[in-house]
């Protein structure tokens, strides 16, 4: 059979669309939101060569407009998972076998598919099932998702070529075996570059996979399924189920074969899921590999020396985008009592000019929460701001679900710097404000670090360059991407690996060679070109 070691095409970051008025991106995708919102889908599940439907039919709804239906998909029981697994073990020894070479080349054809004839169809899915506006879906579930796949190729096969030394007469090698069994992947609902990762990376090294994504992400997922098996990804690689997380772990964690986990979502749910395969780990034919990226409370600290406007457009931007539903999203920050009333002032301006509402409307800067589960929670935590008496609404706080699940850019000022706001993780847009007199910067650096369990991103403001040397190795260990000068979201594949630690996940850094070594099992070869013949050495030898 032929061999080669193969280049594979340079890795670059996908162009990012404006969607600006008279460009031709902005008709392409108006008309893909048109078709998807004048037809009704039905999802199934899929699991090896099937297509399953189980009769037992969800609606999708758009949180902005959650009286219009876009479809059904079709819920699973703990049968489905015991065959999703069935079908990962049933693919594993033809797609562990199967040449690199063609592993990426899938995975390439994908990221084209995304990049050419499924761009707007998987940016208008995303916009209707997660209410994301054009920009924040274009970065997410076209560029985002098409990085991921093609940097993962040259992670990969970087990986495979990284090989120890060898002595005269030896040489020695390593190979980079999938691991031993299955990888089970759980997705979260804010993106759908996420989703896409989870499962994909983990087979690119190999592995079979059962995918088990957010149901607010189903409408979207799909579309990824549909770009993977139009990608030629061989039946039972990834499988794709739609069941709750306790009937999914009930199955998945007692199972021998379970091999590792990708997780992206709650600090609480990863928790549990540590816990019980630890509690579980007799069970096991190999040490599960744990992977999770969690939650976040991300900070924003300005110098006394930084600029007014610059602090606050990061606010604004790092706390409202995509309704602050991002592990990454701004949502406590640290003033200097000297320019405080300044960036006050520039983000309640901006925060009375955002314009709300649905995401057909490209003017609308910001949409709606999830759903109502997300919807609650935050005006919760809004309504104990109201109750407070350290902490006051100083712009937005209002909400209303009657259409959509609606909760306007809402910014909190606390007296308190240990008020519930600047510490629990709200994933909504709520932003909490602490001003600190600006002779106590030292001091604030050690609240900033000292305040929050997480540790995922973070943001220092200065044009004095001692204190931002002094924050980055006093916060070395409050952020696992830190940013300065900028606002802590939008981390690129490729260019700022993203992940946390403390309480906001393993920081196995996605979009890195990191996380891919996570899935793979090195197998050291030391082959002996002239054996020896003789056990004595020459240190035994007579005088």
Known sequence: MPKGIYQVPFAENEPVNSYAPGTPEREL???ALKEARSKEVDIPMYIGADEVKTGKKLPLNPPHDHQHLLGHFHEGDSSHVEQAIKAALAAKEKWASLSWEHRASIFLKAADLIAGPYRYKINAATMLGQSKSPYQAEIDSACELIDFLRFNVQYMTEIYSEQPESAPGVWNRLEYRPLEGFVFAITPFNFTAIAGNLPSSAALMGNTVVWKPAYTQIYAADIIMQVFKEAGLPDGVINLVYVNGPTAGDVVFKHPEFSGL??????????????????????YKSYPRIVGETGGKDFILAHPTSHAKDVATAITRGAFEFQGQKCSAASRVYLPDNISEEVLKFVKEDVKDIQMGGVEDFENFFNAVIDKKSFDKIAGYIEKVKDSNVAEIVAGGEYDDSKGYFIQPTVVVTKDPQFLTMKEEIFGPVV???????????????LVDETSPYALT????????????????????????????????????????????RGSGTNDKAGSKLNLLRWASARTIKETFVPATNYRYPFMDKE
């Open 262 to 283: 990708h997780f992206t979502g709650s600090t609480e749910v990863f928790k549990n899921l540590w816990k019980t395969i630890g509690e579980n780990i007799d069970i």
């Open 458 to 501: 973070g943001a220092i403001f200065s044009q004095d360059r001692y204190a931002i040397e002094l924050a980055t190795k006093k916060l070395s260990q409050s952020a696992g991407n830190f940013y300065i000068n900028d606002k802590p979201t939008g981390a690129v594949v490729g260019q700022q690996p993203f992940g946390g630690a």
């Open 29 to 31: 995708l108006q008309n």
């Open 432 to 446: 909490t404000i602490y001003v600190y007199k600006q002779d106590n910067f030292e001091e604030t650096l050690t």
